[in-house]
């Protein structure tokens, strides 16, 4: 038998949800305006390196959500502190680009249509770690 008082939270998780998926497509959306690789262009012919990096970048962007998600109970904060953590998550990934430069030319390079494994996975792990870090700064 289903536990009716237990629903009562569905219009809240719905919220949440809605919510921190809203802040994570416009994070996403503005990662994918400001990097200079057309990563959705690449994966479509088949650049398995810059698909690996994309997806560590997806959820790199949502730890810092997913943080703020944990630790609030209003909307509100959870657009506000994710929009910092996701504009943080993004000037930081822009920071490793402009350090990194050559391990994201590697991921485009020509001649080499699936791109540098190595090169994404270094990137990837990274992008995690940054994404960690901001996510635990996060906390509160």
Known sequence: MINVESLENLPAYLMFLGTGLLVWLVGLTVYLWVTPIRELAEIRKGNVAVAIHFLAVSLALALPIQSVGHSTFNAGDMIL????????????????????????????????????????????ALSLVVGMLNASALSY
């Not at 000037?91 to 994201?104: D, E």
């Open 81 to 124: 502190w994710g929009g910092i953590g996701i504009v943080s998550q993004i000037v930081l990934h822009l920071l490793v680009r402009l350090f990194g430069k050559s391990f994201y030319t590697r991921l485009t390079e020509p001649g080499n249509e699936k791109g540098c494994i190595a090169a994404a996975l270094a990137l990837s």
